[in-house]
């Protein structure tokens, strides 16, 4: 089988030693091109041209959640054809890797090769649904590019905490949970529509949404992990089916205090609830718009402000390795 693999030299969990084993593994079962990324975006690049090749039937992604991302819009560039173009497969080496656990892949490098190596000789695989994000037609974000998310995408409040945690990794901070805590503290304090939201989520045939604080919009379940508790936002999001979206309307200082401890405690059966709670499952088209810009993020991207954003559920757009 010929396969790409893109490697993220800065992958927070893989040194240079582990990669070159991974390498050397993967090749033994794979006619292997080995490409390093050099810019932001650049595993987009590579994963595109590899689509539009015709000669490649895999492409593995050796990196976090971001390097999964941008090799997903490399491959999709020209929209979902799950029999057509190359097979994904994902070695985990970010510091959440919420995609590739979420799959049931093992959250080391290591080990999520050794499954990766025997799922393509059982010829394991599924076709999975992912979330698309454009700017809303008529909106001032009309012009801004469409592009897939995986996992995860949120309008507002946690859009922001993400956005701080990448100006903190710039400055050259570790990734780490005690630094999301910490930016997660200030953008709270600084947060100036938490009692009074500005987003409006509309829906064909539907009553408006208003007044959100913030919205998370999921296409898989657990949401994301603190250390390695998986935290569920909407528990019956799946690859299998369209979008899941949770908005909530207050975060004062006591239903902040409820949201946390409900996220914290949440299970594959339960989430968080209550009257400042909205959830929804499975939805095929929304369009999320703001009285104000705001931050907005997808697969813990930061992306800037927008004030109208329109995502679609894809069922069945993409092949992956299981």
């Not at 491959?75 to 497969?89: I, M, N, Q, S, Y």
């Not at 780490?176 to 910490?182: A, D, E, F, K, N």
């Not at 968080?272 to 705001?294: I, K, M, Y």
Request: glycine share 10%; hydrophobic share 40%.
């Amino acid at each position: 089988m010929r396969a790409l693999l893109v490697v993220n030299p800065s992958a927070t969990t893989t040194s240079a030693r582990t990669r070159d084993v991974l390498v050397h593994a993967l090749a033994s079962d794979l006619k292997l091109e080995v490409a390093t990324t050099e810019y932001r975006g650049h595993a987009r690049d590579l994963a595109r041209a590899a689509a539009e090749s015709g000669n490649t039937e895999l492409v593995v992604a050796l990196g976090g959640d971001g390097t999964v991302n941008e090799v997903v819009n490399g491959l999709l560039h020209r929209g979902p054809d799950p029999e057509g173009l190359p097979r994904l497969a994902v070695v985990p080496g970010g510091s959440t890797n919420v995609f590739a656990r979420a799959l049931g892949l093992p959250n080391d490098a290591v080990e999520a090769t050794g499954a990766l190596l025997d799922a393509l000789r059982d010829g394991d695989e599924r076709i999975i649904g992912l979330g698309h994000a454009a700017g809303t037609p008529g909106s001032t974000d009309e012009g801004v590019p469409a592009r897939w998310f995986t996992f995860c995408a949120g309008f507002g409040f946690d859009a922001g905490v993400v956005g701080r945690v990448e100006q903190q990794r710039e400055r050259g901070k570790r990734s780490t949970h005690s630094l999301y805590v910490r930016q997660f503290m200030r953008q709270y304090l600084g947060e100036s529509n938490r009692r009074h939201g500005t987003i409006t989520l509309e829906r064909p045939g539907e009553e408006p949404l208003a007044n959100l604080v913030m919205s998370i919009i999921c296409n898989t379940s657990p949401w994301t992990y603190f250390g390695n508790r998986p935290i569920y936002a909407l528990p019956r999001a799946s690859f299998d089916t369209a979008l899941d979206v949770l908005g909530l309307t207050k975060l004062s200082t006591l239903t902040a205090g409820r949201h946390i401890s409900r996220l914290l405690t949440s299970s594959p059966e339960r989430g968080p609830e209550g009257r400042h709670a909205v959830s929804l499952h499975d939805q095929t088209s929304f369009t999320l718009h703001s009285q104000a810009p705001l931050p907005f993020q997808m697969d813990g991207d930061h992306l800037g402000l927008r004030k109208s954003v329109t995502f679609t559920g894809v069922r069945r757009a993409l092949r992956v390795i299981v």
